[in-house]
């Protein structure tokens, strides 16, 4: 199935193109020229480029997980373009390694977008941010997080309070579609949050009309995600009850490694 595309402004489609089980490789386009994030397979971009007729003009890579780099050397080859990813990670077919303080220009599309380093989930993982959007991979999801694989919990829990810090207006752009069974999670956490079970709600509907519950926002997520929330006295109630321990007060990454050590587990 193919979605339909999001308004970013009259410029710019920002569209998902389904990939795997859960995966979403963001397609960035303004009807002529086409940037795609995190390829993980070619076959759908492929396929998405022609049949609307779109020329690629980028590729950018957030890490190095498979599902977000599989399909690179393949598009890189067909169609010749410049590939930009995390120039702390190990990636084949990467023609400009980027991190913290670098931008890429694509100007084919008259965009800049700048790079963040956001290790935790991966070591060297980066967000490009621009246009009013972060496009985040495995380290911001929506009412959740991506799992420590080799980071520390300080430094993801670093990583999402920069994330946080952004204009409450920016949108979310991650590579998974795992938001409901996040929200579940989220609840465990912080069952008397209105604002949640309202996002619950939205969430239930979008998947049901068989919509992406993507992007959201800095916003959405700072009112929503537990993993932003760490200050909460019901999140820290609740982290401490399930790890069966008492957590120092004011110790921000103790309770956001408490979450992340319930979530490992929760189903
Ligand atoms: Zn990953
Ligand atoms: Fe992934």
Same mark, same amino acid.
């Given at each position: 199935m193919e979605y339909s595309s999001l308004k970013y402004d009259t410029m710019l489609d920002i569209v998902p193109i389904p990939a795997f089980q859960d995966n979403y490789i963001w397609t960035l386009h303004d009807r002529q020229h086409a940037v795609v994030v995190d390829p993980g397979d070619a076959a759908p971009v492929r396929a998405y480029l022609d049949t609307h007729k779109l020329k690629l003009a980028a590729i950018l890579c957030t890490h190095h997980h498979h599902d977000h780099v599989g399909g690179i050397c393949e598009l890189a080859q067909v169609y010749n373009v410049p590939v930009h990813g995390?120039?702390?990670?190990?990636?084949?077919?990467?023609?400009?390694?980027?991190?913290?303080?670098?931008?890429?220009?694509?100007?084919?599309?008259?965009?800049?977008?700048?790079?963040?380093?956001? @290790? +935790?989930? /991966? =070591?060297?993982?980066? *967000?490009?941010?621009?246009?009013? !959007?972060?496009?985040?991979?495995?380290?911001?999801?929506?009412?959740?997080?991506?799992?420590?694989?080799e980071g520390t919990a300080a430094q993801l829990h670093h990583s999402l309070q920069r994330l946080a810090h952004l @204009? +409450?207006? /920016? =949108?979310?752009?991650? *590579?998974?579609?795992?938001?409901? !069974?996040?929200?579940?999670?989220?609840l465990a956490c912080e069952p008397g949050n209105a604002l949640l079970k309202q996002r619950q709600a939205?969430?239930?509907?979008?998947?049901?009309?068989?919509?992406?519950?993507? @992007?959201?926002?800095?916003?959405?997520?700072? *009112?929503?995600?537990?993993?932003?929330?760490?200050?909460?006295?019901?999140?820290?109630?609740?982290?401490?009850?399930?790890?069966?321990?008492?957590?120092?007060?004011?110790?921000?990454?103790?309770?956001?490694?408490?979450?992340?050590?319930?979530?490992n587990h929760f189903s």
């Open positions: 995390p120039q702390h990670e190990n990636i084949p077919c990467i023609s400009h390694a980027v991190g913290e303080g670098d931008a890429v220009a694509i100007a084919e599309l008259g965009i800049r977008l700048e790079v963040l380093d956001i @290790p +935790g989930h /991966t =070591r060297g993982h980066i *967000a490009y941010l621009g246009m009013g !959007a972060v496009f985040c991979g495995d380290t911001l999801f929506g009412c959740g997080c991506g799992r420590l694989f @204009p +409450g207006d /920016t =949108r979310v752009y991650c *590579a998974h579609e795992y938001t409901e !069974a996040n929200i579940r999670f989220a939205d969430a239930r509907a979008l998947r049901a009309a068989g919509q992406p519950t993507l @992007p959201s926002t800095i916003a959405l997520e700072r *009112a929503t995600n537990p993993f932003l929330r760490c200050t909460e006295a019901e999140v820290i109630r609740n982290a401490e009850r399930q790890a069966g321990l008492e957590l120092a007060p004011g110790n921000e990454v103790a309770v956001f490694t408490a979450l992340r050590e319930w979530k």
